[in-house]
C-alpha cells in the first residue's frame, strides 16, 4: 500500500510550503497554464507569475515557490473567491477528485471565515486569503497531488501540526497564535495541533484547509514506511533555531496487517455492582469504544474488584474518558497511547441449504493486506435463529456456515 507523510511538526504549514514540498517530491505543473486562467478568472488580477527554484534553509535544501502579482483589489468577498476557482477550473486540464479537492478546500476557507466574522459565505470580506496567492496555492496543490497520484489509492497519514504562539497582525488588528479562522478549521475537523516551537505563525489558514481535507489518519508517531521519496517545501520567513520547512514522505507501507494508533485506558474498581459494569461495557461499546472487557483483581485490603480497559481512538478519546468517570464513579483512569496490529474485516451473506431450508447468514470474513482469509465467522443471532427452527447445535452450524463461506470466497 502506498502511503504520504505529512509532517508539520517542526514549522507548521502553509499553502505556499504544501504546493513548494509536493514539487520537491517530484510534481510536474504547468505554471504558464495556472497563473493565466487564474488572471482570466478572477477580476483585479492584471498580472501573475509564478516561479519555483530550491532554496538553503539552515542548511537543508527545500522547494520554494513565489508568486508576484499585480492586483487592484485590497479584498474580495467570498463569492468572487468561489466564482474564481470555479472558473480557473474550468479553464485547467484537470481530473474529477482534484477537482474536487480543491472546492473542499476552499469550502473549508469560506465557512471558517464565515463563522469567525458572522458574515454569510458569499458577503464574508477576504483580506490576505482574497488575494490570488490562495487560488495558487489550492489548484497547485490539487494539480501537483494529482500529478503525484496521490488521489489514486494513496493513504494520507498527517502529524499534528505546530502552529506557533504570540501574536501576528491583520487587517483587523493583533491577533493571538492560532488565529480565528486556522483555530475553527482545526476544531472543525479535531485536528490535533500544538503551540511552538518558535514564536510567530507558523500554520496559515489556507495551509490548515489543504492539511485536513486530505489527511486521512493523523498520528503522532511516523507510521511503518519503506520510503521512496522525501520533499521539502520552504517557508518564506526565517526561524529562530527552527528551518522553516514542512517534509513530505512517500512511500510503501508493506505489512500484512494494518498498524493503527489507539488509547488504552485502565480504571480499578471495587464498589460497582457486576450488572452495572456489563452495562458500563456494553455502552463504552456502542458510543465507539473500540473494545472494553473487565479482568478480576484483588484490591486493597483483599477486596475483590475488577480492571475495567478500554481501546479507544484518538477521535473519540474524549466522550469514551467522561463515559468512564460518569457511569462507574472512578476518581481516575490511567491512559497509554501505543499502536496496534489489526486484521481487515468485512461482512458477507453466505446462502446455507439445512434440512431442505435456505438460510442467509452473514459472516465475518478476516484477511491481510494481501488478501488471505485468516477468519471466517457466522453471526451469533443468526446461528440462534436457525438453531431454533432447525433442532441442529449451534456449534455444528457455525462450522457448517464456516465451511460454506470458505469454499464460495475461494471460487468468487
Do not use: W
Amino acid at each position: 500500500m502506498r502511503i504520504l507523510y505529512v509532517d508539520c511538526s517542526l514549522a507548521g504549514i502553509s499553502g505556499d510550503m504544501m504546493l513548494s514540498a509536493l514539487l520537491n517530491l517530484g510534481a510536474e505543473i504547468n505554471f504558464e497554464e495556472l497563473s493565466k486562467s487564474i488572471v482570466e478568472s478572477l477580476e483585479g488580477v492584471e498580472q501573475l507569475e509564478i516561479s519555483y527554484n530550491v532554496s538553503s534553509k539552515m542548511g537543508f535544501q527545500a522547494g520554494l515557490v513565489r508568486v508576484m502579482c499585480s492586483d487592484r483589489k485590497d479584498y474580495r468577498l467570498g463569492i468572487e473567491l468561489k466564482n474564481g476557482l470555479e472558473k480557473t477550473l474550468e479553464r485547467m486540464s484537470i481530473g474529477r477528485k482534484a477537482r474536487e479537492y480543491a472546492v473542499k478546500v476552499l469550502e473549508t476557507l469560506l465557512n471558517a471565515e464565515s463563522i469567525v466574522h458572522g458574515e454569510p459565505v458569499d458577503k464574508v470580506h477576504l483580506h490576505e486569503i482574497g488575494s490570488p496567492d490562495t487560488l495558487v496555492d489550492i489548484v497547485g496543490t490539487a494539480l501537483a497531488l494529482e500529478n503525484l497520484g496521490i488521489f489514486e489509492g494513496v493513504k494520507v497519514y498527517g502529524s499534528p501540526v505546530s502552529v506557533g504562539f504570540g501574536f501576528v497582525k491583520r487587517e483587523h488588528g493583533y491577533l493571538s497564535i492560532p488565529v480565528p479562522a486556522t483555530l475553527e478549521i482545526l476544531k472543525s475537523r479535531g485536528y490535533p495541533f500544538k503551540g511552538g516551537p518558535v514564536e510567530g505563525e507558523l500554520a496559515t489558514p489556507t495551509g490548515v484547509a489543504l492539511l485536513v481535507n486530505i489527511v486521512d489518519e493523523v498520528t503522532q508517531m511516523h507510521p511503518l514506511i519503506k520510503p521512496i521519496k522525501v520533499g521539502y517545501g520552504a517557508g518564506f520567513r526565517e526561524l529562530s533555531g527552527v528551518p522553516n520547512i514542512l517534509r513530505l514522505i512517500y512511500g510503501e507501507q508493506q505489512p500484512h496487517y494494518i498498524q493503527e494508533d489507539v488509547y488504552v485506558l485502565e480504571t480499578n474498581i471495587d464498589d460497582v455492582q457486576g450488572e452495572v459494569l456489563g452495562h458500563v461495557i456494553e455502552k463504552l461499546v456502542e458510543n465507539g469504544a473500540k473494545d472494553a472487557c473487565a479482568v478480576p483483581i484483588t484490591c486493597k485490603k483483599s477486596r475483590p474488584g475488577y480492571i475495567l480497559k478500554v481501546i479507544s481512538g484518538c477521535e473519540n478519546l474524549n466522550d469514551v474518558v467522561n463515559m468512564i468517570f460518569r457511569e462507574t464513579g472512578t476518581l481516575g483512569v490511567r491512559l497509554v497511547k501505543t499502536s496496534r496490529f489489526i486484521v481487515p474485516r468485512e461482512f458477507k451473506t453466505v446462502n446455507v441449504s439445512i434440512d431442505g431450508m435456505d438460510f442467509p447468514v452473514r459472516v465475518k470474513v478476516a484477511k491481510d493486506l494481501e488478501g488471505r482469509i485468516l477468519r471466517v465467522k457466522p453471526e451469533y443471532e443468526e446461528l440462534k435463529k436457525i438453531s431454533s427452527l432447525t433442532g441442529i447445535p449451534i456449534r455444528e452450524l457455525s462450522s457448517i456456515v464456516e465451511e460454506k463461506a470458505r469454499a464460495c470466497l475461494k471460487s468468487s
